[in-house]
């Protein structure tokens, strides 16, 4: 792949781990410090404010990141269509302000201080233009300025927080720091735009396509920020909420490098078939569908290994079992990693909105009616199937989609070749752990023989892919 494609995946991936990195540190010390009824009711706060950036900030983070990247060669069409969109981010998240004082001050809610402090977040929304920077692959400059932020307010909590009662302090931090981060970004942005008069007419033309984004989201949010809210209503206790929430954070956060590759290619597919060029989307997706696999896989299995050692010495007795849950909700790794390849790498880049709205409002219908059904009975567990689940169904309409679109390379020898790696690499990875015991240089010592092992048998396998590394190297060199 190009350099500047390789160059910003990095500094995703480095993004991407800094967030990984951050809750190993934060985690055990807030757990122990605020205790998990604080937390949970931060988790709650939360999640409510994320309803109304939702309907702030609509589909505005993938629509404004796509349409920078199809004008980003002329300059002046750059300047007019980031002003355009911006102006509608301001608008739209203004009427969702005001509906949210409106729930605050007219509705009411036990936790109205809480919420005041997190009203700080739409603010920081408002202003986000991070999808501009993405739109033209300056991954940089987004990627410092998150981690910059993201260090300022771990330093904070650890300066700050010392008691339950601290709560309010740990929001505002958590709140303020992110209005920081959007100053830094605006001060970075004079060196690609420049002022330009925009219109009425400019603005409204961005909010049809726009909405047509929007509709996907709301029902992503369905099994994401609804499962939290159905937990909250629905599940036998109260805690389980934050027993999700951790869950669902230690899964997700093996997806970063997966997720930085769509991250990274959505504006360069965008900006390519704009300009027609269909064998160039056809070889990147199968690049990076065939590192998606070379890497879920194995992470199932991985996470399967060794992440109740893990859980054991990290979190307090209370949480031992988020382990169980995890284990349980890791397959989402592969059906998210497949359908970051065909959604997000290709339908919204290339225009396929329907077939897109419509893989995410399958899952969110599969979602709702499995919480419905399983969360009275069966809890946090009822919520991880209705999970799994929803991204199984997300990625089988996907497929099915774009399956007679894209000339795909992948054999099914590749895939057994892969899986038989990763089942050899459970087992050792697992009996180190078991013999061993839980401790922090242990699960080192298991992700070190988890992945040598890993990439042993794929070069004893010969797999596709390490015989591509070693050409393309020599190709750029």
């Not at 930085?260 to 064998?279: W, Y």
């Amino acid at each position: 792949m190009e350099r500047k494609i390789v160059k910003n995946y990095i500094y995703s991936v480095i993004y991407q781990m800094l967030i990984v990195i951050m809750p190993l540190i934060v985690t055990p010390y807030t757990t122990r410090v605020i205790g998990i009824n604080a937390l949970t009711i931060n988790t709650n706060t939360t999640n409510l404010v994320q309803w109304f950036v939702l309907f702030g900030i609509m589909g505005i983070n993938i629509y404004g990141n796509r349409e920078i990247a199809r004008v980003r060669d002329d300059s002046t069409k750059l300047s007019k269509t980031f002003f355009e969109i911006f102006a509608m981010q301001v608008f739209s998240m203004l009427i969702a302000s005001l509906a949210f004082f409106f729930y605050i001050y007219i509705i009411g809610d036990q936790y109205q201080t809480i919420l005041l402090i997190q009203s700080i977040s739409l603010l920081s929304v408002a202003f986000d233009i991070t999808w501009f920077f993405y739109g033209v692959e300056d991954f940089k400059s987004a990627s410092i300025r998150n981690m910059i932020v993201k260090i300022i307010g771990v330093v904070l909590i650890f300066m700050l927080v010392k008691g339950p009662n601290d709560l309010f302090i740990f929001v505002l931090i958590n709140t303020c720091t992110g209005v920081l981060g959007q100053i830094i970004m605006w001060l970075q942005l004079k060196q690609y735009i420049h002022f330009v008069p925009i219109s009425l007419k400019g603005i409204i033309q961005h909010i049809k396509p726009n909405i047509a984004l929007f509709i996907p989201q709301i029902a992503i949010s369905v099994y994401s920020i609804l499962d939290i809210t159905m937990l909250k209503i629905l599940g036998p206790v109260y805690v389980e909420t934050n027993l999700y929430e951790q869950t669902q954070k230690f899964v997700k956060m093996f997806l970063f490098f997966i997720t930085s590759i769509g991250t990274v290619m959505l504006p360069r597919v965008s900006n390519v078939h704009s300009k027609g060029d269909r064998v160039a989307v056809n070889n990147y997706l199968n690049k990076t569908l065939r590192l998606a696999l070379y890497l879920s896989i194995p992470m199932i299995f991985g996470i399967s290994a060794m992440i109740q050692n893990f859980v054991d010495w990290f979190l307090p007795e209370s949480y031992q079992i988020v382990g169980l849950l995890i284990q349980c909700t890791s397959p989402i790794i592969l059906f998210i990693s497949l359908s970051n390849v065909f959604g997000t790498q290709f339908l919204v880049p290339t225009g396929n909105t329907k077939p897109y709205t419509l893989s995410v409002v399958v899952g969110a219908i599969v979602n709702f009616l499995i919480n419905w059904t399983l969360i009275p009975t069966y809890g946090v567990f009822g919520a991880i199937i209705g999970s799994v689940v929803a991204e199984l169904s997300v990625t089988l309409v996907q497929y099915f989609y774009i399956k007679n679109r894209i000339d795909f390379d992948f054999k099914v020898k590749e895939l057994f070749i892969v899986c038989i790696a990763s089942l050899i690499m459970f087992i050792p990875t697992h009996y180190i752990g078991v013999f061993l015991g839980a401790n922090f240089f242990v699960n080192l010592l298991q992700i070190s023989v988890g992945i040598l092992t890993y990439f042993l048998i794929l070069f004893l396998f010969r797999a596709p892919l390490l015989k591509e590394l070693p050409l393309n190297l020599f190709k750029r060199k």
